[in-house]
């Protein structure tokens, strides 16, 4: 038999991240862990204003579906995501950790790492960014030369000088650059911006307008010198199709769709659509940053440094060191939580 646990952690940061629309200094998060007995699953998902997901719904939402899970023998983690769901769909965070936690359950039952069981290698896999949040010119160059050696940066925009803080750090780096407006600019300012953000070896623009302005990003689409990167428009599978013509690329969140199982739909089928392939992070714990390593093969970029945000952790599993994601010798997604 199955049993469903949960825990909830205050997650502490390095620095107070800041992105266009807040900022925090701790990060609640939400750890489900499913055990047979004798392996123990985890999973992860962290509580977010902008979406509404609190600890308390989470918590609310596992229990409508704990019988569903505790009768779930043999295992299947795509099966239990369809039975789930139409209980958890209006709580995606909360079907997200519980779906981790199934796939690295699952994992560690088969005796293989989750990737491998989808048949797939990680012979090529991209290399993570480093994510400088928020601040001051002054503040967000001390962030990036405290973590020194990555091979990419993605910094949080939406401020009067964004310019400003891109040609100063730049001049600290030769690095690649991101960048994330989060729904902060206008179509105006996109099309204006990526013109002079592609002098400074920035690879592309992530989500720089508002979730719903769809007319007005297919013109960045359309006039941007640099490539457009969908987050906020692109939440479900629904999405994903929505997105060709009018991005370039996707960045799919686990949280936001419901975990790895619609994860690795959305990211096949942005692949065949000709869309590039993205998964990013919250900021997580490495719980939630094992999952997303096994979709790696899958992908052209990630985003997966939520750990290395953090001033502590909770659990050991994949590592990113430097942009380079490393694999423990372990079966399932690798997680195994630390704290109690």
């Known amino acids: 038999m199955i049993t469903l646990k949960t825990y909830d952690f205050q997650l502490p940061l390095r620095h107070v991240f800041s992105i266009a629309r807040e900022s925090t200094s701790v990060q609640p998060t939400l750890i489900v862990e499913l055990t047979d007995g004798v392996h123990r699953g985890f999973g992860e998902a962290t509580t977010n ?8 719904l989470m918590r609310e939402s596992l229990e409508s579906v704990r019988s569903i899970v505790e ?10 995501w369809d039975k789930t769901w139409p209980l958890l769909k209006g709580n995606p965070f909360a079907q997200c950790a519980l779906d981790q936690a199934a796939n690295d359950l699952w994992g560690k039952q088969q005796g293989a790492p989750v990737y491998k069981l989808w048949g797939l290698t990680t012979d ?3 290399q993570s960014n480093f994510t400088i949040g928020i601040d001051t010119v002054e503040v967000m160059v001390k962030k990036l030369l405290e973590m020194p050696g990555w091979p990419i940066y993605k910094i949080k925009l939406g401020t009067k000088y964004d310019l400003d803080i891109m040609r100063e750090l730049r001049k600290h780096t030769d690095a690649v650059f991101r960048v994330d407006a989060n729904c902060g600019w206008t179509a105006d300012q996109a099309i204006e911006y990526s013109h002079e953000l592609a002098k400074l070896n920035v690879e592309f623009i992530e989500q720089p307008l508002p979730a719903d302005q769809w007319s007005e990003v297919k013109r960045v689409y359309e006039k941007s010198a640099l490539p457009i990167v969908a987050d906020e428009s692109c939440i479900c599978e629904a999405d994903v199709k929505r997105c060709v013509g009018h991005f370039h690329g996707v960045n799919v969140k686990l949280t936001k769709c419901g975990g790895l199982t619609p994860g690795r739909r959305m990211v096949t089928e942005a692949r065949q659509l000709g869309l590039k392939t993205m998964v990013g992070c919250m900021t997580e714990s490495t719980v939630g940053i094992s999952a997303i390593g096994q ?3 899958l992908l052209d970029y990630v985003d997966m440094d939520g750990a290395a945000l953090l001033a502590s952790d909770i659990a050991t599993g994949v590592v990113v060191d430097h942009g380079n994601c490393i694999y423990p010798a372990a079966n399932g997604t690798g997680a195994q939580l630390t704290a109690s």
């Open 71 to 80: 009768s779930a023998e043999p295992l299947d983690p795509e099966k239990l």
């Open 295 to 297: 979709l790696l093969p």
């Open 49 to 56: 204003k902008y979406y509404g997901a609190t600890l308390e």
């Open 124 to 126: 090529r896999i991209p």
